[in-house]
């Protein structure tokens, strides 16, 4: 009888091990992350006044942004503050201001807790120069302050999609009277940690 036991022993180490083997390749797939990049692009929309009485002109804009990002293996937390001199105003509303560009890219993996929280603050700037010019300065609505003038819309979700840099969740600011679009594009990149 005791010739069995030990018989199987060596039946039941091989099991073990094979249990353990999976258990650590479950293990390694569950250790799959996320880092994100920040795209963003800035449009005009069809009746905004830059495109009815600018076409062509010469201008500038600069945005800021509060972007907050935080995991246990990376933090972040402040404002960005992008800025473009050289734009032209194109000749029709289907193209855009400012191309889309990088605004912010993690360089660490981390676990997946959601999208970073990014919102649009201010956008100011100017098109054309001498009586023709058009300023913009447009902010967002504060409690117990006057609306301002050319309100800025932050936050409103648009459709998720895929480009050539893959999948992503987009959400747009947009200013009342001068009728501007700031996109925003969060890429959700899967990596291992």
Request: contains cysteine; hydrophobic residues 40%; positive net charge.
């Amino acid at each position: 009888m005791r010739f069995r036991t030990f018989g199987r022993l060596p039946a039941l180490v091989l099991i073990a091990l094979g249990l353990a083997s999976a258990g650590t390749a479950l293990g390694a797939a569950a250790e799959l992350g996320v880092r994100h990049r920040i795209d963003v692009m800035v449009s005009a929309e069809p009746d905004a006044p830059i495109l009815s009485r600018l076409k062509g002109a010469k201008g500038e804009l600069s945005f800021t942004v509060r972007l907050s990002a935080n995991s246990k293996e990376s933090k972040f937390f402040g404002m960005l503050r992008p800025s473009f001199p050289d734009i032209v105003v194109p000749d029709g509303a289907g193209q855009p201001l400012v191309q889309q560009t990088k605004l912010w890219e993690e360089e660490v993996c981390h676990q997946r807790r959601g999208l970073p929280k990014v919102t649009v603050t201010q956008l100011a700037g100017h098109f054309a120069e001498g009586e023709g010019r058009i300023e913009i300065s447009a902010i967002n609505r504060h409690i117990g302050v006057l609306v301002p003038p050319d309100e800025l819309t932050p936050g409103i979700k648009l459709d998720p999609g895929s480009d050539s840099f893959g999948l992503f969740y987009a959400f747009r600011a947009q200013t009342r009277n001068s009728r501007l679009n700031v996109d925003v594009k969060i890429y959700p990149i899967d990596c291992f940690l």
